[in-house]
């Protein structure tokens, strides 16, 4: 089946420690997305990569890093630096441009820091 | 900067009930729009979508929405729900710079 998977489900990880979140697809779409949902709050882009080795930040980078080495991976680092990472995290894909097409979701990583 | 409010956070109907979310943008030039939703235990997906053309689009499972543009709205209605399209609804803006902008979602429970 194709779509794009995320893990794990649930994290947890102790204050001050770096994570980072698996992000695969294989859907051989060349856009990945990173985005992050708070109760209350919508979903708030974090950072895009529209091709392989390239990416940009989105309206909430601060505290965040990516990678896109390969197609179908966007992993998201989740620093010491972020001042409250404790959320829920989607990714997505796409064909093509952000502008015009649909994304897909995966199902998401909740991660809580302690 | 650019916003979107769904003013709806919580909706509760009962089966055969018409359906109006309400969704409004702000942002001064042209925009893409999409209505996502996220049925229990699934992914979100997409409802549908608006780029160019016919203001009133039409999306899977008998939705459509409305593009008003004198209103910066884009609602997405449908005339009769049923028990499965209980689920959070996303209304979503694409206007300058490639920017995204999701809002707070609604949250749709369809009584039987």
């Known amino acids: 089946d194709g779509g794009i998977t995320q893990s794990p489900k649930y994290l947890f990880r102790k204050e001050g420690q770096n994570v980072t979140l698996s992000c695969e697809q294989n859907l051989n779409h060349d856009a990945m997305y990173w985005y992050r949902q708070d109760p209350g709050q919508g979903l708030r882009l974090i950072y895009y990569?529209?091709?392989?080795?390239?990416?940009q930040k989105g309206d909430i980078a601060e505290g965040y890093s990516v990678s896109r080495e390969k197609k179908e991976s966007f992993p998201l680092t989740v620093t010491s630096a972020q001042k409250n990472p404790t959320a829920f995290y989607l990714c997505?894909?796409?064909?093509?441009?952000?502008?015009?097409?649909?994304?897909?979701f995966g199902p998401g990583t909740r991660l809580t820091v302690l | 900067a650019q916003s979107v409010s769904q003013h709806n956070h919580h909706v509760i109907l009962s089966e055969a009930a018409s359906l109006e979310l309400g969704c409004n943008y702000s942002y001064g030039g042209t925009v893409n729009l999409f209505w996502y939703v996220q049925y229990p235990g699934q992914h979100l997906q997409l409802l549908l979508k608006y780029f160019s053309g016919d203001p009133l689009v039409k999306g899977i499972k008998g939705f459509e929405a409305e593009f008003i543009k004198s209103k910066f709205s884009f609602n997405l209605r449908k005339p009769s729900v049923q028990w499965s399209d209980t689920a959070e609804y996303f209304c979503?803006?694409?206007?300058?710079?490639?920017?995204?902008?999701f809002g707070t979602g609604t949250k749709l429970q369809v009584i039987p």
């Open positions: 997505a894909s796409s064909i093509g441009t952000i502008r015009t097409d649909t994304q897909y």
């Open positions: 990569s529209q091709i392989v080795n390239d990416f």
């Open positions: 979503a803006v694409i206007g300058g710079y490639q920017k995204v902008t």
